[in-house]
């Protein structure tokens, strides 16, 4: 792996679970659903702006324009919908640990379906990362959970490993910012529409909720995005989730800082087994 995909990979984390605290904050001023697919619309329409000045391709071939739907239902639709409705009634950083799941599934389901392999290696470090997972989750079951919070942050990270590996090998290369605006405003649309019909809508509006809605539009919706449009393309689909192990630490840490989460001494182990996981996943060959 090049040093610049390590260093975008490491960015893309920070970035993208930062965005579980600033999330937290938007679910309780306003209707979750309602909020995203804004979010969603205005960062799709930045990111179409964007690819115009650029002069991109506004055109998809077949496969790009069904990754691109598949992609903008199961991670904008499904699994950021599920997690923002799931972040009413649990901390932000349970949510981001359950997200770090994803890589474990995105190897079972490229294994099962797409014949993709990883080395022994790889596997020990997928085994390590996710004991990790479970060090750092197990305190906070133990202190009680929302069941539903629960199974719509599992539900959730499913949807995200079928959209990662949808978008694999695209050729969005030309017209990133195209296919990141489509997928948007997919997930705009869909999300608009459950929105309607069972959200009310109730805003308390304040300084620090639109400092977390800026952040969350520009820099997870729209940054972050195009950072893991390019890892997925570069280094494949399977090592490009290994970077959501990174999760338990920036998600744990960023939500004790800002929400005054509580941290355990489980969760800093659990972080050290995690950082060994993405170590020696990173350093495997895959194969396929």
Request: charged share 5%.
């Amino acid at each position: 792996m090049s040093l610049k995909a390590l260093t975008l990979g490491l960015e893309f984390a920070l970035l993208w679970y930062c965005a579980y605290t600033a999330a937290r904050i938007i679910v309780n001023n306003t209707p979750p659903l309602g909020a995203l697919s804004l979010r969603f619309a205005i960062s799709g329409i930045l990111a179409l702006s964007i690819a115009k000045y650029l002069g991109q391709n506004f055109k998809l071939s077949k496969k790009q324009l069904q990754a691109t739907i598949i992609f903008g239902l199961c991670q904008n639709t499904v699994y950021l919908g599920l997690n923002f409705a799931a972040l009413q009634w649990i901390e932000a950083s349970l949510a981001a640990i359950i997200a770090s799941s994803m890589p474990l599934l995105v190897a079972l389901l490229g294994w099962l379906f797409l014949g993709q392999r990883l080395s022994g290696l790889g596997v020990l470090g997928l085994g390590l990362g996710f004991v990790g997972v479970i060090l750092i989750m197990g305190f906070r079951l133990n202190n009680g959970i929302n069941e539903l919070g629960l199974l719509y942050c599992i539900l959730g990270a499913l949807a995200l490993s079928i959209a990662t590996l949808a978008v694999r090998n695209t050729g969005s290369v030309g017209n990133l910012f195209v296919i990141v605006g489509y997928q948007l405003l997919i997930g705009g649309v869909s999300l608009s529409i459950f929105s309607f019909m069972i959200e009310s809508y109730t805003i308390d509006l304040n300084v620090t909720l639109l400092l977390a809605f800026t952040y969350s539009t520009l820099v997870a919706g729209l940054v972050a995005t195009v950072v893991w449009f390019w890892l997925v393309n570069e280094i494949g689909a399977v090592k490009a989730a290994t970077f959501h192990f990174l999760n338990p630490f920036f998600g744990v840490s960023i939500a004790a800082l800002i929400l005054g989460e509580s941290l355990s001494l489980s969760d800093y182990f659990g972080v050290l087994m995690v950082t060994l996981g993405i170590l020696l996943v990173q350093t495997s060959r895959e194969s396929t």
